[in-house]
């Protein structure tokens, strides 16, 4: 879907400027199709929104490939395969193939598999009546102890091999059903695939003197079922219940009634997935608002936007934690602004109290969420909260005597994060959580630059893109303002910015709320290409729950949501040479930059 900007609001405000000696201009806000072609300027794509789960970006066409191998056995169900023992039916098999998926839920492929094919013939199909000599192509003639009888008919045994080649489609019921499930997730690691198709099927090694094609078509149906045991989901084991249905003519027997013969059999292979493996969720993005100059009035108001910061620890994007996945008990600004250290605990209080002084048995014990709180809260705080706030970091230490001062003000001991051999000593999103690090200090916040309170501001204001004509204010600023500007969070914000930010918010017209998210280019992953997914994809979803907190806070009520817009930056990965995760270039380059557009009548 392409849109164009319109630049007449900027030439309002020039024409509102220009007319100080006569009356100024009240704004109105218009429909796109009301704007004249004059001010139509700047061309932009705007993709399609991401609130439904099941939509995802299309890949090029060398993405999503898979190739696969499997073997297995069928048997032979034939008109006369009834007859004799089930056994002599069986017969071995092995396909290998190549694939590509279009869409999480539907992918073609296509495959080539060799094998045989055992069943029975009567008599019927086995000697001509003229000459009375075996004449059916595919009598198997060296097998003893025939021919046998079955209610009076003599049988024999029959055996064809082959090769055959297939075009299939594949449905993955799993994505159809659940949806795409981001890339590096525990979820979906056992997958149910249904294949439907056709191929052709070429007879070889048998009497070609005997009447008989060489050449069969068929259908093709399959249930898979993979299992998956990485988040990376490269390689899958598989287990295939298939079949191939023929024309009754297919062992040279003709039953009035009888119309097809069929191969039914179980395989067992690997899948492996080339890179791309996944998808990109698309980018939430609004129409543009359109206000002209309209009846005359005796104030003009002013064009004007500011700007603040919301800084991340490394790995987190809050996309695990609410608003942005609705009823979770963290809610990841409130963490940001007066969260305590990972916001876990450990499940049960008596047994980690016995096992204080020991990391290991610390390590089994099960661990929970701890629900956040507004930082609104007041009363004496024997420890740091929130991240970047104040000058202290938010990581604790796991010493015996800290854990038990905590516990007995707060009435349970803090837990860290436990992921593989990885200890994590502040949040982070479950789909980073493996990621391996240089250092073990890197899993520690061991320094604070307090870049989301207000004492921050003049490190960001050196180290940061500001647009001269924005107003700055710091992540606590804004949080103070609209969640209020009580007990804790006071302490970092600045009351006179608050009431700034509120009278915003109660007098002027937010007319775009713009958000863009960074991630640092620290990535130990070997794979550059899981590396890239992954940072961009912090980056993005930093964004959208700074977004989804602005709207869920009750203030933006009044604005519509296509006003909101998540950005897609063209290098939302800033570049960081310091291996240290807890440098300062670093944390700068974790964050979500949120820009807010309005209007307000001057004073």
């Known amino acids: 879907m392409r849109r164009k900007i319109s630049s007449l609001l900027l030439l309002g405000i020039l024409a509102c400027a220009n007319v100080s000696a006569q009356e100024n201009t009240q704004w109105v806000k218009v429909d796109r199709s009301q704007l004249p072609e004059s001010v139509l300027t700047e061309e932009i794509t705007f993709p399609q929104p991401t609130d439904d789960k099941y939509r995802v970006v299309t890949n090029r066409f060398w993405e999503n490939w898979f190739v696969y191998a499997d073997a297995g056995g069928h048997a032979f169900f034939g008109d006369y395969s009834h007859w004799g023992k089930f056994k002599e039916t069986l017969s071995p098999e092995f396909a290998v193939g190549i694939g590509k998926w279009f869409t999480p839920g539907i992918g073609v492929k296509g495959q080539f598999g060799m094998g045989s094919s055992r069943g029975f013939l009567n008599d019927s199909y086995v000697f001509t009546s003229n000459y009375g000599y075996l004449q059916n192509p595919y009598l198997d003639n060296h097998v003893g102890?025939?021919?046998?009888?079955?209610?009076?008919?003599?049988?024999?045994?029959?055996?064809?091999?082959?090769?055959?080649?297939?075009?299939?489609?594949?449905?993955?019921?799993?994505?159809?059903?659940?949806?795409?499930?981001?890339?590096?997730?525990?979820?979906?690691?056992?997958?149910?695939?249904?294949?439907?198709?056709?191929?052709?099927?070429?007879?070889?090694?048998?009497?070609?003197?005997?009447?008989?094609?060489?050449?069969?078509?068929?259908?093709?149906?399959?249930?898979?079922?993979?299992?998956?045991?990485?988040?990376?989901?490269?390689?899958?084991?598989?287990?295939?219940?298939?079949?191939?249905?023929?024309?009754t003519h297919f062992d040279q027997s003709f039953i009035q009634g009888h119309r097809w013969d069929a191969n039914l059999g179980l395989n067992i292979g690997l899948t492996y997935y080339i890179k791309v493996r996944g998808w990109d969720r698309c980018v939430s993005c609004g129409e543009a608002n359109y206000y002209i100059p309209a009846t005359p009035v005796n104030d003009c108001p002013e064009y004007k936007t500011f700007t603040?910061?919301?800084?991340?620890?490394?790995?987190?994007?809050?996309?695990?934690?609410?608003?942005?996945?609705?009823?979770?008990?963290?809610?990841?600004?409130?963490?940001?602004?007066?969260?305590?250290?990972?916001?876990?605990?450990?499940?049960?209080?008596?047994?980690?109290?016995?096992?204080?002084?020991?990391?290991?048995?610390?390590?089994?014990?099960?661990?929970?969420?701890?629900?956040?709180?507004?930082?609104?809260?007041?009363?004496?705080?024997?420890?740091?909260?929130?991240?970047?706030?104040?000058?202290?970091?938010?990581?604790?230490?796991?010493?015996?005597?800290?854990?038990?001062?905590?516990?007995?003000?707060?009435?349970?001991?803090?837990?860290?994060?436990?992921?593989?051999?990885?200890?994590?000593?502040?949040?982070?999103?479950?789909?980073?959580?493996?990621?391996?690090?240089?250092?073990?200090?890197?899993?520690?916040?061991?320094?604070?630059?307090?870049?989301?309170?207000?004492?921050?501001?003049?490190?960001?204001?050196?180290?940061?893109?500001?647009?001269?004509?924005?107003?700055?204010?710091?992540?606590?600023d804004v949080y103070a303002a609209l969640e209020g500007n009580n007990g804790y969070i006071s302490k970092y914000a600045d009351a006179q910015t608050v009431a700034a930010i509120k009278e915003i918010l109660e007098s002027g017209t937010i007319l775009s709320v713009q958000a863009e998210g960074l991630a640092t280019s620290q990535d130990n992953n070997k794979e550059n290409e899981v590396g890239i997914q992954r940072n961009n994809t912090l980056s993005y979803n930093r964004a959208l729950t700074a977004i989804k907190w602005l709207q869920g806070s009750g203030k933006f009520n009044g604005v519509n949501s296509d006003a909101f817009v998540v950005n897609t930056l063209n290098a939302p990965i800033g570049q960081v040479n310091d291996k240290s995760t807890r440098g300062l270039n670093a944390k700068l380059n974790r964050c979500a930059r949120i820009k807010i557009s309005y209007l307000i009548n001057k004073k």
């Not at 297939?166 to 249904?194: D, H, P």
């Not at 060489?214 to 084991?237: C, G, I, P």
């Not at 990841?332 to 049960?348: C, E, S, V």
């Not at 837990?415 to 479950?430: F, L």
Request: hydrophobic residues 30%; aromatic residues 18%.
């Open 145 to 247: 102890n025939y021919p046998q009888q079955h209610n009076g008919y003599n049988y024999w045994p029959m055996k064809t091999k082959f090769w055959d080649v297939s075009m299939n489609v594949s449905f993955n019921l799993s994505r159809l059903f659940c949806a795409w499930e981001n890339y590096g997730t525990k979820k979906l690691f056992n997958q149910f695939i249904l294949t439907l198709g056709f191929g052709g099927l070429h007879h070889y090694d048998y009497d070609k003197d005997k009447y008989g094609p060489e050449n069969d078509w068929y259908m093709n149906a399959e249930l898979q079922y993979s299992r998956f045991f990485t988040r990376a989901k490269a390689f899958s084991l598989d287990f295939k219940i298939r079949s191939q249905i023929f024309e």
């Open 308 to 476: 603040f910061y919301v800084f991340y620890p490394n790995n987190y994007s809050g996309r695990d934690d609410a608003p942005t996945i609705a009823g979770d008990e963290v809610n990841a600004i409130d963490y940001l602004a007066g969260g305590i250290f990972t916001q876990k605990k450990f499940a049960n209080t008596n047994a980690a109290g016995s096992n204080l002084g020991s990391t290991a048995k610390l390590r089994r014990q099960a661990t929970e969420d701890i629900a956040t709180e507004k930082a609104t809260f007041g009363g004496n705080q024997i420890i740091t909260r929130g991240y970047e706030i104040s000058n202290e970091p938010i990581s604790l230490s796991m010493s015996e005597s800290e854990l038990k001062a905590f516990k007995d003000q707060y009435g349970y001991y803090y837990a860290p994060i436990y992921e593989g051999n990885n200890t994590w000593y502040y949040r982070v999103d479950d789909v980073t959580a493996t990621q391996k690090l240089l250092s073990d200090d890197n899993y520690k916040e061991s320094e604070s630059y307090s870049l989301n309170a207000h004492a921050g501001l003049g490190t960001i204001r050196q180290n940061m893109p500001i647009d001269k004509n924005s107003e700055l204010y710091s992540f606590a």
